[in-house]
């Protein structure tokens, strides 16, 4: 199975961007689909999670309400529509599945995830 994501580019503050995960060789019918991000000189971190079973959702804090996170089933494709963009929103933009099921608290952990977009840079600059 491999994730193929898509749709980052170049933005100024405010501007919106839609990313896309596609999903070949398969399809994840359990466990979760989740974004994280990178900036440069960080760490990555967690940025929305959808679960399957119950089609739970979490965002980090610092989207809530400006991000939405959704799932495509007859396109196989995951989707993170974000709005009102801001300088602190650049970073690499990677999605990833992960397999198993796991507690929905602890779907932020980037090491639960056992495949990996190859990511898609996203710039928020004026």
């Known amino acids: 199975v491999q994730l193929q994501a898509s749709g980052g580019g170049s933005v100024q503050p405010g501007g919106s961007l839609i990313l896309s995960c596609a999903v070949s060789g398969g399809t994840f019918s359990s466990g979760s689909m989740g974004w994280f991000r990178q900036a440069p000189g960080k760490e990555r971190e967690f940025v929305a999670v959808v679960r399957w079973a119950d089609r739970k959702i979490r965002y980090t804090d610092s989207v809530k309400g400006r991000f939405t996170i959704s799932r495509d089933n007859v396109k196989n494709t995951l989707t993170l529509q974000m709005n009102f963009l801001r300088p602190e929103d650049t970073a690499v933009y990677y999605c990833?599945?992960?397999?198993?099921?796991?507690?929905?608290?602890?779907?932020?952990?980037?090491?639960?995830?056992?495949?990996w977009g190859q990511g898609t840079l996203v710039t928020v600059s004026s």
């Open positions: 990833a599945a992960a397999t198993a099921s796991f507690v929905f608290s602890a779907l932020p952990t980037a090491r639960l995830y056992n495949y």
